[in-house]
């Protein structure tokens, strides 16, 4: 039976190939270091965490997480190891929280490799720290054992190393950062927490005994403290979108107030003010059987509008598909461990490893390991076919914002009157799941700028295409997330730039250009670079200045308070170190006023900027033109294959949407 340990205690370890399993519901950054019998580190060398992931008998996560399984093989480390000590800690420079009392309480739990729980702890308590030790291994008397620790650190991760007797902490702990902010760059944003009241609940049948899909993430008693639910919102008030990413931002304004002038903690308010609704009615469908799973139904999960709800359903959509993926993956890691363990005891029998003897028992444990891999691919595969059901029936009802290009809503399309709470980038899948895409959404203001890569990747799909062609389709890919987001929003809230020193996107951004929904043409050369630059850097001075004053009705008349997006084609051509600073200013400053960069680049043009533009490449997201397996879910860090969003080839959608979009501009470009 598994133990429920309480900060001091311990409990003693009968085997020696673990899983440490963290939920925390928000994405915390997960290490370890190994230490003497005294408990102090046995060197720099003796910490594994995102930049330096493995040591033997060792493995953590290469990125900040919700969810961490950190792998463990106590016979395998080193016989000065003594002390094994999990350390966590909360991401350091990007948007999120910075102590723990900010999160709900984290969970560890010590298992088996089958998934069987041997010993858990809650860690409660914590407050203004930012790193803790959650808990140890070690060694005593030739046994090992876990101990409940839960030390925390209000100087984070600098304060907990050099606790443990490293010199050189803040290098280390720099070096940690850094890690953990380059794996940021290629995750997905935050997905909005699980309310309370989520009814996507799924009623699945039982899972025979001994299964190996419980070592999915979250599973069972792994399962991490409920977050709770969103503080509750009178009725005809303008809801701030809390359940989602990159809410509780402090921006609440007066129904009929314009956006633009209300200013709160140093911000103008860029959210919709008329976004009023009341709390969705109970659902008065019959109770769906225990033995049965759920019907789909679109729009089952919380929200206080429809689009709302959606977009929760297709982030739990991409979670259940998450963590399902980790279950299958965890037990067929353990039906091939197990394999081996049964392998290497026949090959160490010398009277069992030849003859008929040792063939029979290599046939057995095949058998054995294809009966548990066929019995988790059939869990797997009934969450799957679930999931597909689902998609089946959500893809339909998305709205234009959340929907593909060849969703008949387009056909559909009229200019709305308030911009949408998210906006699609693409799709995401697993190998696994190649019949299944999850809509990649995202919350609305931008909260990063976008990068289209224009280089080569790893695939086979960029592999055979030139580099013309590469530069091409990430232009294409560009020109239609430009087209959709100035068809998400109301007529002259959003407005877009175009830098193109040389001049040679003109035919991939021609449904931009011909339909008019352009202030100015692109701007081309030297002269036409720094005259963008500095009007929108001038633009993001004076909102913060008039921000910081609660003055946003002393703008000048020539600064609009609309949405901007600035596009870069073929960056760094054109550039020079100053253009390339007031670029990073934009991407770092502009966000937060309502400027927004979308960048073409390929990493190998830049080659001769050496590290000076690191800090731009991890502030943006990185999206590629042709399908790539480079986002991470922020639940178990899976390599998700991500395919942007294009029109069908042939289709006139985008011509159709824009010269919508233009048409209703017009008494704005007068």
């Known amino acids: 039976?598994?133990?429920?340990?309480?900060?001091?205690?311990?409990?003693?370890?009968?085997?020696?190939?673990?899983?440490?399993?963290?939920s925390a519901g928000r994405p915390i950054?997960?290490?370890?270091?190994?230490?003497?019998?005294?408990?102090?580190?046995?060197?720099?060398?003796?910490?594994?965490?995102?930049?330096?992931?493995?040591?033997?008998?060792?493995?953590?996560?290469?990125?900040?997480?919700?969810?961490?399984?950190?792998?463990v093989d106590l016979d395998a480390m080193k016989d000065?190891?003594?002390?094994?000590?999990?350390?966590?800690?909360?991401?350091?420079?990007?948007?999120?929280?910075?102590?723990?009392?900010d999160l709900a309480a984290p969970f560890v739990a010590v298992t088996g490799l089958d998934g069987a729980e041997v010993a858990s702890y809650t860690i409660i308590g914590l407050d203004t720290e930012s790193a803790v030790v959650a808990v140890e291994l070690y060694r005593r008397q030739g046994a090992w054992k876990v101990r409940a620790v839960g030390q925390g650190y209000a100087g984070g991760l600098v304060d907990l190393l050099a606790d443990q007797g490293l010199p050189d902490a803040p290098r280390l702990a720099t070096v940690i950062n850094d890690a953990v902010a380059q794996g940021v760059a290629r995750s997905v944003a935050t997905p909005?927490?699980?309310?309370?009241?989520?009814?996507?609940?799924?009623?699945?049948?039982?899972?025979?005994?001994?299964?190996?899909?419980?070592?999915?993430?979250?599973?069972?008693?792994?399962?991490?403290?409920?977050?709770?639910?969103p503080p509750s919102r009178p009725p005809n008030t303008a809801p701030d979108g809390a359940t989602g990413p990159g809410a509780g931002n402090g921006h609440t304004a007066a129904s009929g107030a314009d956006p633009a002038q209300t200013v709160d903690a140093g911000r103008v308010n860029y959210t919709h003010p008329t976004r009023t609704t009341t709390p969705p009615p109970p659902s008065s469908a019959p109770p769906t059987p225990p033995d049965q799973p759920a019907p789909p139904v679109a729009g089952d999960a919380t929200g206080w509008t429809m689009e709302e709800r959606l977009y929760n359903q297709v982030w739990g959509m991409f979670e259940d598909l998450a963590r399902s993926a980790a279950a299958y993956r965890s037990a067929v890691d353990f039906a091939d461990s197990r394999r081996e363990q049964e392998l290497d005891k026949v090959l160490s029998d010398p009277r069992s490893r030849m003859g008929t003897a040792g063939d029979a028992a290599r046939e057995a444990a095949g058998e054995r390991y294809d009966a548990l891999v066929a019995q988790a691919r059939q869990a797997f595969d009934r969450d799957l076919a679930q999931l597909i059901a689902e998609s089946a029936v959500v893809e339909p009802a998305l709205p234009a914002a959340f929907a593909r290009w060849d969703s008949p809503v387009w056909h559909a399309y009229r200019i709305p009157t308030e911009p949408p709470m998210a906006l699609r980038l693409g799709d995401l899948q697993l190998p696994e799941s190649t019949g299944l895409r999850i809509p990649m959404l995202v919350r609305l203001p931008l909260e990063r700028g976008l990068w289209i890569d224009s280089g080569r990747s790893g695939l086979e799909t960029a592999m055979f295409a030139d580099d013309a062609e590469l530069r091409g389709r990430a232009l294409d890919t560009a020109t239609a997330l430009a087209a959709r987001l100035l068809a998400a929003h109301p007529a002259g809230d959003f407005a877009v730039h175009i830098i193109d020193p040389a001049g040679t996107g003109a035919t991939a951004l021609g449904p931009l250009l011909r339909s008019g929904v352009l202030n100015e043409p692109p701007a081309a050369g030297a002269t036409g670079v720094s005259a963008v630059l500095a009007q929108l850097t001038r633009r993001v001075d004076l909102v913060q200045m008039a921000a910081r004053n609660g003055a946003a009705d002393a703008l000048p008349p020539d600064v609009d308070t609309a949405q901007h997006l600035l596009i870069v084609h073929d960056f760094p051509h054109g550039f020079d170190d100053r253009a390339v600073n007031q670029l990073r200013y934009l991407a770092d400053e502009g966000p937060r006023v309502g400027v927004h960069l979308m960048l073409i680049a390929s990493r190998e043009d830049t080659?001769?900027?050496?590290?000076?533009?690191?800090?731009?490449?991890?502030?943006?997201?990185?999206?590629t033109p042709v399908p790539d397996d480079h986002?991470?879910?922020?639940?178990?860090?899976?390599?998700w294959t991500y395919?942007?969003?294009?029109?069908?080839?042939?289709?006139d959608v985008l011509h159709q949407v824009l010269s919508q979009v233009a048409t209703a501009r017009h008494p704005w470009n007068r």
Do not use: C, K
């Open 29 to 71: 950054v997960a290490g370890a270091t190994l230490g003497d019998v005294q408990g102090r580190l046995l060197g720099p060398d003796q910490v594994v965490h995102p930049g330096s992931p493995t040591l033997p008998g060792l493995e953590v996560s290469q990125q900040a997480a919700a969810d961490h399984r950190l792998a």
């Open 607 to 623: 080659e001769s900027y050496g590290p000076l533009l690191d800090p731009l490449w991890r502030s943006l997201l990185r999206l």
């Open 1 to 22: 039976m598994a133990a429920e340990l309480v900060r001091g205690q311990n409990h003693p370890l009968t085997q020696t190939r673990l899983e440490i399993r963290i």
């Open 643 to 651: 395919e942007p969003a294009l029109a069908p080839p042939g289709s």
């Open 631 to 639: 986002l991470a879910d922020p639940w178990v860090g899976h390599a």
């Open 80 to 101: 000065t190891v003594h002390r094994v000590s999990v350390l966590l800690a909360l991401p350091q420079g990007v948007d999120g929280p910075v102590r723990f009392r």
């Open 192 to 229: 909005p927490p699980r309310p309370s009241g989520d009814t996507r609940t799924r009623a699945v049948p039982p899972e025979a005994p001994d299964s190996p899909t419980v070592a999915g993430p979250g599973a069972g008693p792994t399962q991490a403290a409920p977050t709770p639910p």
